[in-house]
C-alpha cells in the first residue's frame, strides 16, 4: 500500500474534531519507500532518455505540443512553453531549457531568432522573441496518430503519446546526457548519414560500427570508444593550423567546449609558464576563428603540441550509454541501441502498411459497392418500401448475387452507406471513371502486399529516401584520426631555471644564488650523480637534498636510448679502475643506484654525459709512485659497448690514477637517427611505425612537397607536424633528387611537366613550384628516377578519348623550379595518373629494411585530376 493512501486510513476523527494518528509509522519504512518511488521517477522521467523514440519526457511533450499547434507557420517559444506546461508538471524554465537544447540541434525543430551557439556558450534570447515549428523531417518520422499509444497527462485532463512513433535511430543522432539517482547517461550525438547507411546495412545483414560526429566539429580518437559502454574513453582535440610561423589559429573546438573557455584555459597556461604565447585573440563570428599570436623564436609545432598537453584544445570524454526499455534502465552499445532501433522502425512501418492497406481495402470495398448499387440500380428496389427494415433488406436482396466478388461480408453498416448517396452523385455516375479508381486502387492494393512481403527492401528504400531528402549539408563534421600521445615533459616549455649546491647537495630552482645548471620546466625530471658512484632521479621542485658532492645534473628524459654517459671508476678505496658506458632509460624516482661494484670507498674518477651517444678519447695519467711502466696513455671509449647501467664495466688499469683528462671527442657510435613517418597522426617517430624515412645526421633534412604545389625543408625533429590532408609525399631530402610534377596551369588552361631539384637548403622556407595563378592545380609528383604517366586526352574532331603511356624524362629537361615546363600534350588533356614502377621499387629495396616499410618508402603520390 502507497505511504500517502496508509497514512490516510490511519488517521481518524477524534471527538473534538481534531484527526489523531492511531497506528504509529516507522520514518525509515517511510524514508525507504519514498526514495525508491524518487528514484524510479528521476530515472524514468527525468534524466534517462526512451530508446525507442530517443526522446526524454520534457522534449516528448514538447514535441506533441508542437504538433497541436502546427499549422505551417512559426510559434512563439514562450507558447510553446505554455502549451506544453498541459502536460508537464515541472516549471517553464525546464521546459524552455530542453526547447533551446532541441532546437540547437538542429533536427526537428525550425529555429528563428536568437537561439545562442554552442560553440561559443552564448545564451538563447528570451523566448518571447524566438520562434520555432517543427522541420518537414521530424513531420515525416516523428508523428502518427494511428499506431501512437497514448496516457493521461499528470492532471488526467489530457491524453499524450506514451511514446513518438520514431521511424530513425533519434537517440544516436542527437546523443543524451542526464544525472538520475544512481546512474548516469551519457550518448554521444552521430552522423546523420552515417546513421542511415549504418541502419541499412543492419537490414542487410551486414557488421557495423559507428563513431560519433561531434557539431563543434575538430578531431577524435576513437580508439578506446568501446561501443559507448561504460569506461570507455574519447580524446577530442581542436583543429589547429599554422598560418605562419609566428601565427596559430584555432578553427574548431572540442566538444563540451566553448571558444571562451578554450580561450581561458590558453591564457592561464601561458601566466603558468607552461607555453609561451604574445596573445591570444578571439575572431568568431560565424565559423570558429581563435588566433594565437607568437613570440620571436618560437616553434609553433611545438606550441600545438603544448596546446594539446596543457588547455583545453584537448579533452577526454567519458561516454555512458544507458537507455530506457521497457520502462526499465539499461546498459548498450550505440550499435545495439542502433539495431533495436532499426527493428523498431522495421516494426513501425509495417504497422503503417498494414493501416494503409486496411484503408485502401475498404475504399475498394465501398467503391464497388457504390458501382454496382448505382449500375444495377439497386437503388429502384426501394421505391415501394415502407419501412427503414424493408429498405435494408431490399439493397441486401439486390446485392446477394455480387457478394461472392467481395473480400469480406457486407454489412449493415454498409447498406446504410449506400443510402447516403446523393441523387446528384447517381445522376453524374461515370462508370469508365469509377472502372479506373477501382484499378487504381487495387493496384495500390498490390503494392501495399508486395511491401509487406519486401518489408526488409521497403525500409532500405525508406531509408534511402530519408538520406535523399534530408542528408544535404549534414556530412561528418568531426574528423577521425589516430592521436600519438604526447609526452608532456617534451612540449613543457622551460619556464624555471636550475640551480645545485654540488657540497652540501641541494638542486632546485629557489636557489638562485648557487650555480645554474640549466633551463626547466616546473614538470621536468633530474638526474643528479654523485662522486660516491650513485645516481637518483627526481622531479624538480624548489629545493631538494639529493646528497653531497654533486658531480653532475642535468634534466632527464625517459627512454632517451641515445643519452650515453662514460664514467671511469675506482673499485674501492684501493682498488683497480673501471671503464663502463651506460644509459638510464628508466628508474624509480627518488632511488639511489649504485653504479660501482658497491665497495665501501669506491669513488668517481671521470664522468661525461654524450647526448647522441658520441665517444671520446680521454688521457689517463697513473700515479709517480706506482711500478707501472706507462704512467700517461689514452683510452678511446668508442671501442667500449653501451651496457646497461648495472654492468661492472672493463678494467682499465689496476694502478692508481692520479687524474684523467679530456684529450677529444669522437662521432656517434650509434650513426644516424633512423627515422619513421607515421601517415596516421602525421608525425615523426623512432619507433618503426609508418613510413621509413631513412638514417638522419644532425645536417640531413627531409623534403615535403604539398598538394597545393607548394615545397619546403624541414629538420627532422620528433615534434614536427604535417598535415595528411595536404601532404603529397615526404622522403629524405636528397641534394640530387629529381622532382617531377605534372599541372594544370589556371592562366594558359593547358597541362604543363617540369623536372627540376630544389635549389635552396634553407630550413623552412616554402616554395610555389607551380606558378600562384588562380586555378593552377598540381596533378602529379614524384620524385622516382624515370617516372611514366597515363595521359587521357581528347582525339580529333568527334573528341575521342583515348590514353596513352608516356615517359616524362624524355618531355621535359632538368631546368629551375621557377619554369614553366613543356606541355604535356598537344591535345587536350583530361586526366594525367602516375604508373608505378614496380621492378624499381623492388630492386632499390634496402635489406635492413622491413618489408612493409620498403614497400611505404617508395610509394608515390598518385593525384588523379579528371576534370580541370
Given at each position: 500500500m502507497p505511504v500517502k493512501n496508509k497514512i490516510k486510513k490511519n488517521l481518524k476523527d477524534s471527538p473534538d474534531g481534531n484527526n489523531t494518528i492511531h497506528e504509529a509509522l516507522h520514518v525509515s519504512e517511510m524514508y525507504s519507500n519514498w526514495f525508491l518511488e524518487y528514484a524510479s521517477y528521476v530515472i524514468l522521467e527525468r534524466a534517462v532518455p526512451a530508446l525507442l523514440d530517443g526522446l526524454k519526457p520534457v522534449q516528448r511533450r514538447i514535441l506533441h505540443s508542437m504538433k497541436q499547434m502546427d499549422d505551417g507557420r512559426f510559434n512563439k517559444a514562450a507558447n510553446v512553453i505554455g502549451h506544453t506546461m498541459q502536460y508537464h508538471p515541472h516549471g517553464d524554465a525546464a521546459i524552455g531549457e530542453a526547447l533551446v537544447n532541441l532546437g540547437q540541434k538542429d533536427l526537428l525543430i525550425e529555429t528563428q531568432g536568437n537561439w545562442g551557439d554552442i560553440s561559443t556558450g552564448d545564451a538563447a534570447a528570451a523566448p518571447r522573441y524566438i520562434e520555432a515549428r517543427l522541420s518537414k523531417f521530424a513531420l515525416e518520422v516523428a508523428f502518427n496518430s494511428q499506431i501512437t499509444e497514448w496516457q493521461l497527462s499528470y492532471d488526467g485532463r489530457k491524453k499524450e503519446p506514451v511514446l513518438l512513433p520514431m521511424k530513425f535511430p533519434l537517440l544516436l543522432a542527437q546523443g543524451a546526457e542526464g544525472i538520475a539517482v544512481g546512474l548516469a547517461t551519457r550518448i554521444m550525438p552521430h552522423n546523420f548519414i552515417e546513421l542511415l547507411e549504418a541502419?541499412?546495412?543492419?537490414?542487410?545483414?551486414?557488421?557495423?560500427?559507428?563513431?560519433?560526429?561531434?557539431?563543434?566539429?575538430?578531431?577524435?580518437?576513437?580508439?578506446?570508444?568501446?561501443?559507448?559502454?561504460?569506461?570507455?574513453?574519447?580524446?577530442?582535440?581542436?583543429?589547429?593550423?599554422?598560418?605562419?610561423?609566428?601565427?596559430?589559429?584555432?578553427?574548431?573546438?572540442?566538444?563540451?567546449?566553448?571558444?571562451?573557455?578554450?580561450?581561458?584555459?590558453?591564457?592561464?597556461?601561458?601566466?603558468?609558464?607552461?607555453?609561451?604565447?604574445?596573445?591570444?585573440?578571439?575572431?568568431?563570428?560565424?565559423?570558429?576563428?581563435?588566433?594565437?599570436?607568437?613570440?620571436?623564436?618560437?616553434?609553433?609545432?611545438?606550441?600545438?603540441?603544448?596546446?594539446?598537453?596543457?588547455?583545453?584544445?584537448?579533452?577526454?570524454?567519458?561516454?555512458?550509454?544507458?537507455?530506457?526499455?521497457?520502462?526499465?534502465?539499461?546498459?548498450?552499445?550505440?550499435?545495439?541501441?542502433?539495431?533495436?532501433?532499426?527493428?523498431?522502425?522495421?516494426?513501425?512501418?509495417?504497422?503503417?502498411?498494414?493501416?494503409?492497406?486496411?484503408?485502401?481495402?475498404?475504399?475498394?470495398?465501398?467503391?464497388?459497392?457504390?458501382?454496382?448499387?448505382?449500375?444495377?440500380?439497386?437503388?429502384?428496389?426501394?421505391?415501394?418500401?415502407?419501412?427503414?427494415?424493408?429498405?435494408?433488406?431490399?439493397?441486401?436482396?439486390?446485392?446477394?448475387?455480387?457478394?461472392?466478388?467481395?473480400?469480406?461480408?457486407?454489412?449493415?453498416?454498409?447498406?446504410?452507406?449506400?443510402?447516403?448517396?446523393?441523387?446528384?452523385?447517381?445522376?453524374?455516375?461515370?462508370?469508365?471513371?469509377?472502372?479506373?479508381?477501382?484499378?487504381?486502387?487495387?493496384?495500390?492494393?498490390?503494392?501495399?502486399?508486395?511491401?509487406?512481403?519486401?518489408?526488409?527492401?521497403?525500409?532500405?528504400?525508406?531509408?534511402?529516401?530519408?538520406?535523399?531528402?534530408?542528408?544535404?549539408?549534414?556530412?561528418?563534421?568531426?574528423?577521425?584520426?589516430?592521436?600519438?600521445?604526447?609526452?608532456?615533459?617534451?612540449?613543457?616549455?622551460?619556464?624555471?631555471?636550475?640551480?645545485?649546491?654540488?657540497?652540501?647537495?641541494?638542486?632546485?630552482?629557489?636557489?638562485?644564488?648557487?650555480?645554474?645548471?640549466?633551463?626547466?620546466?616546473?614538470?621536468?625530471?633530474?638526474?643528479?650523480?654523485?662522486?660516491?658512484?650513485?645516481?637518483?632521479?627526481?622531479?624538480?621542485?624548489?629545493?631538494?637534498?639529493?646528497?653531497?658532492?654533486?658531480?653532475?645534473?642535468?634534466?632527464?628524459?625517459?627512454?632517451?636510448?641515445?643519452?650515453?654517459?662514460?664514467?671511469?671508476?675506482?673499485?674501492?678505496?684501493?682498488?683497480?679502475?673501471?671503464?663502463?658506458?651506460?644509459?638510464?632509460?628508466?628508474?624509480?624516482?627518488?632511488?639511489?643506484?649504485d653504479l660501482s661494484q658497491g665497495k665501501k670507498g669506491s669513488r668517481v674518477l671521470y664522468f661525461s654525459a654524450n647526448p647522441n651517444s658520441e665517444s671520446e678519447e680521454v688521457t689517463v695519467n697513473l700515479s709517480p709512485k706506482s711500478s707501472a711502466r706507462k704512467l700517461v696513455f689514452d683510452y678511446d671509449f668508442a671501442g667500449l659497448a653501451v651496457k646497461g647501467r648495472a654492468s661492472i664495466g672493463n678494467r682499465l688499469t689496476k694502478y692508481p690514477v692520479r687524474k684523467i683528462i679530456h684529450k677529444k671527442a669522437g662521432t656517434s657510435t650509434l650513426g644516424g637517427h633512423d627515422i619513421w613517418y607515421d601517415e596516421t597522426v602525421g608525425r615523426l617517430n623512432n619507433e618503426s611505425r609508418g613510413k621509413y624515412l631513412g638514417k638522419f645526421e644532425e645536417e640531413n633534412k627531409i623534403l615535403v612537397i604539398y598538394k597545393d604545389g607548394t615545397l619546403e625543408l624541414t629538420n627532422f625533429e620528433l615534434t614536427n607536424h604535417y598535415d595528411g590532408e595536404k601532404l603529397a609525399t615526404v622522403e629524405k631530402y636528397n641534394p640530387e633528387t629529381i622532382i617531377t610534377a605534372v599541372y594544370f596551369d589556371g592562366e594558359s588552361k593547358y597541362y604543363y611537366v617540369k623536372r627540376f631539384k630544389p635549389e635552396s637548403e634553407v630550413i623552412g622556407r616554402v616554395f610555389q613550384f607551380i606558378g600562384d595563378n588562380e586555378g593552377s592545380i598540381l596533378s602529379l609528383v614524384t620524385t622516382e628516377t624515370d617516372p611514366k604517366a597515363e595521359i587521357q586526352y581528347l582525339f580529333g574532331r568527334k573528341k575521342e578519348k583515348r590514353c596513352e603511356v608516356v615517359p616524362l624524362n624524355g618531355l621535359v629537361d632538368i631546368k629551375g623550379w621557377k619554369a614553366r615546363g613543356n606541355r604535356l600534350s598537344s591535345y587536350e588533356v583530361v586526366g594525367v595518373k602516375v604508373v608505378e614502377n614496380e621492378k624499381a621499387v623492388e630492386n632499390e629495396k634496402p635489406e635492413s629494411i622491413p618489408e612493409p616499410a620498403a614497400k611505404e618508402n617508395y610509394r608515390q603520390l598518385k593525384l588523379f585530376n579528371d576534370n580541370a
Open positions: 541502419s541499412i546495412d543492419t537490414l542487410r545483414g551486414k557488421e557495423i560500427n559507428i563513431f560519433p560526429d561531434f557539431p563543434t566539429g575538430g578531431m577524435a580518437d576513437f580508439s578506446n570508444y568501446n561501443e559507448g559502454l561504460r569506461g570507455s574513453r574519447i580524446s577530442v582535440r581542436a583543429k589547429i593550423e599554422i598560418l605562419d610561423k609566428k601565427t596559430l589559429v584555432i578553427r574548431s573546438i572540442p566538444f563540451t567546449t566553448t571558444t571562451a573557455s578554450v580561450m581561458d584555459s590558453i591564457v592561464k597556461a601561458g601566466e603558468n609558464g607552461k607555453i609561451k604565447i604574445k596573445r591570444v585573440v578571439d575572431n568568431t563570428a560565424k565559423d570558429v576563428e581563435i588566433v594565437i599570436e607568437l613570440p620571436p623564436n618560437i616553434s609553433p609545432d611545438v606550441t600545438i603540441d603544448a596546446l594539446y598537453a596543457f588547455t583545453d584544445c584537448e579533452i577526454s570524454i567519458s561516454p555512458n550509454a544507458c537507455v530506457i526499455i521497457d520502462e526499465k534502465p539499461k546498459f548498450l552499445g550505440v550499435n545495439e541501441i542502433l539495431k533495436i532501433s532499426t527493428e523498431h522502425t522495421v516494426g513501425l512501418l509495417k504497422r503503417e502498411l498494414e493501416i494503409k492497406l486496411g484503408e485502401l481495402q475498404e475504399s475498394w470495398h465501398f467503391s464497388s459497392l457504390e458501382k454496382i448499387f448505382i449500375e444495377k440500380r439497386i437503388y429502384r428496389d426501394i421505391e415501394e418500401c415502407e419501412t427503414w427494415e424493408e429498405v435494408i433488406a431490399a439493397i441486401d436482396k439486390g446485392l446477394k448475387p455480387y457478394k461472392k466478388n467481395f473480400q469480406r461480408e457486407i454489412t449493415e453498416e454498409d447498406i446504410v452507406k449506400l443510402t447516403e448517396i446523393k441523387i446528384k452523385r447517381i445522376s453524374r455516375f461515370d462508370s469508365f471513371k469509377a472502372d479506373e479508381a477501382i484499378k487504381t486502387l487495387e493496384g495500390e492494393i498490390k503494392q501495399v502486399k508486395y511491401d509487406l512481403k519486401h518489408l526488409t527492401n521497403y525500409a532500405i528504400a525508406y531509408f534511402e529516401s530519408l538520406m535523399k531528402k534530408y542528408g544535404k549539408g549534414r556530412e561528418r563534421k568531426t574528423q577521425i584520426r589516430n592521436f600519438e600521445t604526447i609526452q608532456v615533459t617534451q612540449v613543457a616549455m622551460a619556464n624555471q631555471k636550475l640551480y645545485m649546491n654540488r657540497k652540501d647537495g641541494f638542486i632546485g630552482y629557489g636557489l638562485k644564488k648557487e650555480e645554474y645548471v640549466c633551463d626547466c620546466s616546473d614538470i621536468d625530471d633530474v638526474i643528479v650523480f654523485l662522486s660516491d658512484c650513485t645516481f637518483l632521479v627526481t622531479r624538480v621542485s624548489e629545493k631538494a637534498f639529493v646528497g653531497k658532492d654533486i658531480i653532475y645534473a642535468q634534466v632527464w628524459k625517459k627512454n632517451d636510448t641515445r643519452m650515453t654517459y662514460h664514467m671511469i671508476y675506482q673499485d674501492g678505496k684501493d682498488g683497480p679502475a673501471y671503464v663502463k658506458r651506460f644509459a638510464v632509460t628508466s628508474i624509480t624516482y627518488d632511488k639511489p643506484y
